[in-house]
């Protein structure tokens, strides 16, 4: 079996857990890393279910000035907008590399409920960091082609992991595997950046 700890193990990092809408809980495999991983940090929202960007804004910028190593930010669904956000206003320099999972199209009334339309726009700056956005061919929250543009956008690589749903609990990913192995190659080319 694939072991994930190999990615951790001389880790001089923290990975920066960003839940979206709802937070990922017990069994979400946000959490499930939360757990199992020894170097994680997690965000903290005020009000999970009725978002406001400033608020998430000001919380994930305190949790980022809290924490002394260099970060790899790891967000699901709408934090991945807020992350956005996050990056076009502040200095990015503690970020060094973001894995953006399951972007939910807050400028689509079609696939996201109305409490989340105050993060649109979504920011299509340039990300200063290295970054991989994830989706699913099947996410009810976006569609494909809206994930890869906004990867190219942020010049992040791309992937379309099939149909798996939004990546989240419903998803039932567990610990996450095939994605452990998207961050490695996002941690490897980090490294390989430094030399």
Excluded: C
Aim: glycine residues 4%; hydrophobic residues 35%.
């Amino acid at each position: 079996m694939y072991h994930p700890y190999r990615i951790t193990k001389t880790m001089k990092h923290t990975l920066l857990i960003v839940p979206g809408l709802g937070d990922s809980t017990t069994g979400h495999w946000q959490d499930n890393w939360l757990q199992y991983f020894p170097n994680t940090k997690k965000v903290v929202q005020d009000n999970w279910n009725q978002p406001q960007l400033q608020d998430w804004l000001k919380n994930l910028d305190t949790t980022i000035k809290s924490i002394e190593t260099p970060i790899v930010i790891v967000a699901h669904s709408l934090a991945v907008s807020l992350v956005a956000h996050w990056s076009q206003q502040n200095d990015t320099e503690k970020i060094i590399g973001a894995l953006l999972v399951a972007p939910a199209d807050v400028e689509s009334a079609e696939h996201t409920p109305e409490e989340i339309w105050n993060f649109a726009p979504i920011p299509l700056s340039k990300l200063n960091y290295p970054s991989i956005v994830i989706t699913s061919s099947n996410d009810p929250y976006i569609s494909v082609e809206r994930a890869e543009f906004l990867s190219q956008k942020w010049g992040s690589h791309f992937y379309n992991v099939g149909p798996k749903g939004h990546l989240n609990f419903a998803s039932q990913l567990g610990l996450w595997e095939e994605g452990q192995e998207i961050l490695e190659r996002l941690l490897q080319s980090i490294n390989e950046n430094k030399n």
